[in-house]
């Protein structure tokens, strides 16, 4: 299979309403891959807290519609990064969004762990409860956002709900860029999964984006890696990688605390 990670330039410089339509064009021209993934809070901007509550949305709000009808237009599975979500009584989310390539939601999944430490996000969004993965042609896919990286119980979690796949869109500050590739690496190999981690470029609320989006497979091997501008990151991954690897080092059978994998 083929996945394709938009490392998207965010900045000031560029509404929300022109990146949409820039990100929907870049989604259509991968016709022919089978995953695409954009980054965390392309569309309002991750750090741009401010105007969050102007630019919150619905699930089926202006990101979902144009994000839906690139992934129809272009065949493709999508994981449309995240947006910032109003929920039904108000609450805010930050909410990723996975479409079939009919176009139709196949899921979405609201961030567990906020960043922020009393401030930003922590502050301002309410925080999800829900375990998620979404069933897909090539394998299970399992989600998580971001900060989520650095807390192994959720990957753990997504590996026992069948995940062969964890993709990560985030919008991850450049000064901690060497947590990020560790954190990215070490979560695939826990897991014995494909780890594909879509991060933001540019500069979001004065933050400037680490980018560097990855694509890891289950031994941990680095398969693509983007630089720090924006670019589109592509490569050819063989899902069978995931059963060969849990069989040539068959670390997962040998867990003792938690609840152990199945055999498949």
């Known amino acids: 299979m083929r996945a394709t990670l938009i490392q998207l330039r965010v900045d000031a410089t560029e509404d929300a309403r022109t990146r949409r339509h820039r990100a929907a064009e870049l989604v259509r021209t991968r016709a022919g891959d089978d995953l695409v993934v954009l ?7 991750a750090w741009n807290h401010a105007t969050w509550p102007r630019d919150a949305e ?35 989310y930050n909410t990723a969004l996975v479409f079939g390539p009919d176009g139709v939601r196949r899921g ?21 409860e829900r375990i998620v993965t979404v069933p897909a042609d090539f394998g299970t896919v ?10 192994p119980e959720l990957f753990r979690a997504l590996l026992d709900a069948g995940a062969r796949f964890l993709v990560v869109p985030a919008a991850w500050p450049a000064g ?7 954190f990215v690496r070490t979560r695939a190999v826990e897991e014995q999964c494909f780890v594909l981690a879509c991060v933001a470029a540019g500069e979001h609320g004065g933050v ?28 050819d991954i063989d899902p069978s990688a995931v059963d060969r690897v849990r069989a040539e080092l068959p670390v997962l059978r040998d867990r003792v605390l938690g609840i152990p994998v199945p055999e498949r």
């Open 58 to 92: 619905p699930l089926d709000g202006p990101t979902a519609r144009a994000m839906s009808g690139a992934a129809r237009d272009a065949g493709v599975w999508l994981h449309a990064g995240t947006i910032v979500e109003r929920g039904p009584d108000g609450t805010l």
């Open 39 to 45: 980054p965390e809070g392309w569309a309002a901007g």
């Open 108 to 128: 979405h999944y609201r961030k567990i762990h906020r960043y922020g430490f009393d401030t930003g996000e922590a502050a301002l969004m309410g925080a999800g």
């Open 176 to 182: 901690r860029l060497a947590h990020l590739r560790l």
């Open 208 to 235: 400037r984006q680490a980018g560097h989006s990855m694509i890891v497979d289950p031994w941990g091997e680095v398969l693509a890696e983007a630089g720090e501008g924006e670019e589109v990151l592509t490569a």
């Open 142 to 151: 399992g989600l998580a956002t971001c900060y989520d990286l650095r807390f």
